[in-house]
C-alpha cells in the first residue's frame, strides 16, 4: 500500500510498500490492509502507525483530521500538523498532550468569539427596536 500523510505545509509520509496502517476514529481504534474496501473517516487527536516492508512500526502524531483508503492500496490521511517519530512513548505523552492542549485552546478561543459576536448583535438589536409606544424607530 501507499500511506500519505500531508498537512498544510508538508508532506510528512509518504511511501509505497506499508504492510498495514492503524489510526483512530471518535468509534476507536482501526486497522487497514491491501485491498481495504474505499471509506473516508475522520481522525481523532492520536498516532498513526503503519508496517513498513522490513516489518518495522513507524509512528506519527497527528492533531487530528481525516484518514481516506482509496482502492485498496492507498491511504492518506490529512492533518492540521504531523510529528513523525520512531518513539512511540515520546510522541504519545509529549506530543499529543501539546495537540490536545492547543485544541483545548482553539475551543476556548472560539467560545469566547463567539460569545462576542452574540454580544454585539444583540447591541446592534437593542438600537433597531421600536421605541416603547411608539410606532416608529428609535
Same mark, same amino acid.
Given at each position: 500500500m501507499r500511506l500519505r500523510i500531508v498537512t498544510p505545509l508538508s508532506i510528512a509520509v509518504d511511501?509505497?510498500?506499508?504492510?498495514? +496502517?492503524?489510526? @483512530?476514529? %471518535?468509534?476507536?481504534?482501526?486497522?487497514i490492509l491491501p485491498g481495504h474496501a474505499d471509506f473516508i473517516t475522520a481522525l481523532a487527536v492520536s498516532v498513526v502507525s503503519w508496517r513498513q516492508a522490513d516489518?518495522?512500526?513507524?509512528?506519527? &502524531?497527528?492533531?487530528?483530521?481525516?484518514l481516506s483508503a482509496e482502492g485498496g492500496k492507498n491511504v492518506t490521511v490529512t492533518s492540521r500538523e504531523a510529528v513523525?517519530?520512531?518513539?512511540? %512513548?515520546?510522541?504519545?505523552?509529549? +506530543?499529543?498532550?501539546?495537540? +490536545?492542549? %492547543?485544541?483545548?485552546? @482553539?475551543?476556548? @478561543?472560539?467560545?469566547?468569539?463567539?460569545?462576542?459576536?452574540? &454580544? &454585539?448583535?444583540?447591541q446592534i438589536m437593542r438600537h433597531l427596536r421600536p421605541a416603547d409606544g411608539e410606532g416608529g424607530w428609535r
Amino acid at each position: 500500500m501507499r500511506l500519505r500523510i500531508v498537512t498544510p505545509l508538508s508532506i510528512a509520509v509518504d511511501l509505497d510498500g506499508v504492510g498495514s +496502517v492503524r489510526a @483512530e476514529d %471518535e468509534s476507536g481504534g482501526f486497522g487497514i490492509l491491501p485491498g481495504h474496501a474505499d471509506f473516508i473517516t475522520a481522525l481523532a487527536v492520536s498516532v498513526v502507525s503503519w508496517r513498513q516492508a522490513d516489518g518495522h512500526w513507524r509512528h506519527c &502524531a497527528i492533531r487530528g483530521g481525516s484518514l481516506s483508503a482509496e482502492g485498496g492500496k492507498n491511504v492518506t490521511v490529512t492533518s492540521r500538523e504531523a510529528v513523525v517519530g520512531d518513539d512511540l %512513548e515520546n510522541l504519545d505523552k509529549v +506530543v499529543l498532550a501539546r495537540f +490536545v492542549a %492547543e485544541a483545548d485552546a @482553539e475551543r476556548k @478561543e472560539h467560545a469566547d468569539s463567539t460569545r462576542m459576536q452574540l &454580544a &454585539a448583535i444583540r447591541q446592534i438589536m437593542r438600537h433597531l427596536r421600536p421605541a416603547d409606544g411608539e410606532g416608529g424607530w428609535r
